[in-house]
Structures are given as structure tokens and as C-alpha cells.
């Protein structure tokens, strides 16, 4: 019999529950609204960076505009490649935090997709060999072995040190 373990403070936010009382979620980080945890690692003027708050594993990492949009068909010519620019730039800082051997890079879009945030968001999720460990094969489950503050002070001083290289 296959038994499940789940993150605690996950489910109520899985559920609706438990969540900040704000219009959007994303939109409140960007304001830099008190009411949500802000996991920000670096910012431009078209889009935020900032990890998810429930990863899939360390580093995985949410680029996200300013301006509150739900569908890609929406970003300007201008937002596209700034958002390029900043993929780019979320592989290069996360292969010199954690050196992983891959990305899953997506979107969710509308509520049929799994979407839980009604703004358009990029997840750009490290990947690792042999992820799979025991606590997967024996529990069903996987374990996040970062917590995420930790991830956002690692992650957010070497943003600064690679955008200003780059900007040199």
C-alpha cells in the first residue's frame, strides 16, 4: 500500500485556504505588500524573480512581469526579450548555486492547467541526477532539503554579482 506525505503548510494553500487576502499574489509581491512572503531575488523594471514558495526543488525560481497579465499572447516585444534575458540569467545563477545538469522551464496557464496564481508566470525549476531517492521510492514523496529563505539570500547575492559583471 502506497502511503503519501505531504508538506504541512502546503495543503490549506492548495485548498484556498491559508492564503494572503490580496487581489493577487504575484501583483502584492511586486508592491511588496507586508501581507505575502516575499521570496525575491532580483528585480528589473518589466519583471520580479522570486522563488516558489512550495519548490519543486532548490532554486526553482518564478520570473514574472510587474504589470498584471495571464497569458503570454499579452507580454510586449520588449517584455519578451527582457524575460529571455532573465531565463538566461536565472540558468547562469542557479548553475553557479547548485550546479544541477538541467531546467523544466514553463508555464501553467488557465486554471485547467494547473495554474494556482491568475498571473503569468515562467517556472524555471533545476533538474538533478538521480533526483529520485528513497524517501520517493518508499513514501511517494520527495523532499525539499533547503529551506527557501536560505535559498533566496544565496540566490539573490549572486544576481547582484552577475548582473553587475554584466553591466560592466
Known sequence: MRQNLFVPNKMPYAKG????????????IVEKDEKVERLEVHRTELFTISLNLYPYSPGHLMIFPNRHIVDTRELTKDEVYNLHQLQCLSFEVLTQAYQPKGFNVGYNMGESSGASIAHLHLHVVPRYPRELGFMDVIGGARIIIEDPNATQEKLFG?????TDATET
Not at 485556504?17 to 502584492?28: E, F, G, M, T, Y
Not at 549572486?158 to 552577475?162: A, K, P, T, Y
Open 158 to 162: 549572486i544576481f547582484q554579482e552577475v
Open 17 to 28: 485556504k491559508n492564503r494572503p487576502d490580496v487581489p493577487c499574489i504575484l501583483c502584492a
